[in-house]
């Protein structure tokens, strides 16, 4: 079967996920999380007090780790060596070390044919930094996702807040930019949008806009 993938890449924040699970239900695809298994790698080496910045300990210990995506109602999980960790990896320790550990050549290349996998299998619309460039090069559409920095973490801020997450907006910003600096300046696969992609600048749109935005863009193309 001839498969569809629709690719959306961005920095943190940008509003990919919640965009990109509309899309796929309106559409029927099955919405891959690519940054989940970033930060199953992240949770893991944390778990294990490795520093997530040492490429030779991290790499070490990727024979070690077997993760699995379930699809349950539309909804990921991420099963880690058996373990359901899907709601354990979403705070922001383990995004720092999610950003830190894809820096690392033997994590993206670890985690590569699992994405490839799901693009063979499914229609999918997937969600990532190099997805576009590196994991999918031959999407049927490319998707550039940004919006300021500034209303990036306020976006995040709300969504920390309404999941009882302490936090302060000053330190969701601080690591926004921070990840953006991480994730935009490594040597592999740094964030960067494909030469095809359209580009889609959330800055001043609120959901219900964006949602339109990339609906009419993905119906010229398909
Ligand atoms: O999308 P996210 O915030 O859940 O991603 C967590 C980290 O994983 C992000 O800081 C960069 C990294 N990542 C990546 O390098 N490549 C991807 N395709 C997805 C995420």
């Known amino acids: 079967m001839n498969t569809v993938a629709i690719a959306i890449d961005g920095p943190s924040g940008a509003g990919k996920s919640t965009l990109a699970r ?92 699992t994405q490839r996998d799901m693009a063979k299998k499914y229609n999918v619309i997937m969600d990532g930094r190099d997805i576009g460039t590196v994991v999918l090069p031959d999407a049927r559409i490319k998707i550039f996702l940004t919006a300021s920095a500034a209303e990036r973490a306020r976006r995040r801020f709300r969504e920390l807040r309404d999941r009882g997450v302490e936090t302060d907006f000053e330190t969701v910003l601080r690591d926004i930019e921070l990840r953006d600096r991480n994730d935009s300046s490594r040597d592999i696969a740094p964030l960067r949008p494909a030469p095809d992609a359209v580009m889609c600048d959330t800055t001043e749109h609120d959901l219900e806009a964006s949602f339109a935005l990339i609906r009419r863009i993905i119906r010229e193309r398909i």
């Open 22 to 113: 509309m899309t796929a239900k309106e559409f029927g695809y099955i919405y891959v999380d690519t940054g989940a298994l970033y930060r199953t790698v992240g949770l893991f080496t944390l778990r294990r007090g490795v520093d997530t910045k040492d490429r030779e300990s991290v790499a070490a210990l990727l024979p070690e780790i077997r993760i699995e995506m379930r699809y349950a109602g539309g909804v990921q999980r991420m099963i880690l060596n058996g373990e359901d960790v899907t709601d354990l990896i979403r705070t922001p320790e383990v995004s720092m070390a999610a950003s830190e550990v894809s820096a690392i050549p033997a994590v993206r290349a670890f985690l590569l044919d």
